[in-house]
């Protein structure tokens, strides 16, 4: 079955520290994809980076990093240098399942930053 | 070019009664994804639609349906709605045969059932 799991239900992080945002998955499939959501209070979800079951490199994109260890099928997000903006709820989700086409979600952690 | 729209905003409903949802996709996605989210929890997998037909449904009763137009619109249907059906109720779409599996979401529905 396919399962995500965020263990980490509330974060608080310093403003311009990093913080890590922890997040374990579980599937059979050899193709999957793995991605990371923001959705601040308003509810919009916000695509924030993607990394494949097959990509070698580590994803970034601008403060964003995704630290993928497909070994402890763990998918972490870092995020560098903390902003008041990046206070919100952040989501796990993988692409697996049902010819790929299938999206789980996990329970989400909610950061705070700290002025 | 235009995002995932999803109307109405807010919706207010009594118990019993029946709610409609409706979700325009980007153009040119022909997958539209539909989830739940109840407060302070994760979303939750309702259905997803692709070229016009049901090809999953999550865990949940019937009374949850919906369909896809021919221009990948999509419309959800709650029918004798309960108290534990306030939810924010999410739209997504995608194209599956373009390589990106990037779901671009609505700004969502908030149902709230009295």
Known sequence: AQKITQTQPGMFVQEKEAVTLDCTYDTSDQSYGLFWYKQPSSGEMIFLIYQGSYDEQNATEGRYSLNFQKARKSANLVISASQLGDSAMYFCAMRGGNGGNQFYFGTGTSLTVIP | ?114
């Open chain 2, 1 to 114: 070019e235009a995002g995932v729209t999803q109307s109405p905003t807010h919706l207010i409903k009594t118990r019993g009664q029946q709610a409609t949802l409706r979700c325009s996709p980007i153009s040119g996605h022909t997958s539209v994804y539909w989830y739940q989210q109840a407060l302070g929890l994760g979303l939750q997998f309702l259905l997803w639609y692709d070229e016009g037909e049901e090809r999953n449904r999550g865990n949940f009763p019937p009374r949850f349906s919906g369909r896809q137009f021919p221009n990948y619109s999509s419309e959800l249907n709650v029918n004798a709605l309960e108290l534990e059906d306030s939810a924010l109720y999410l739209c997504a779409s995608i194209l599956l045969t373009s390589g990106s599996y990037e779901q671009y979401f609505g700004p969502g529905t908030r149902l709230t059932v009295t």
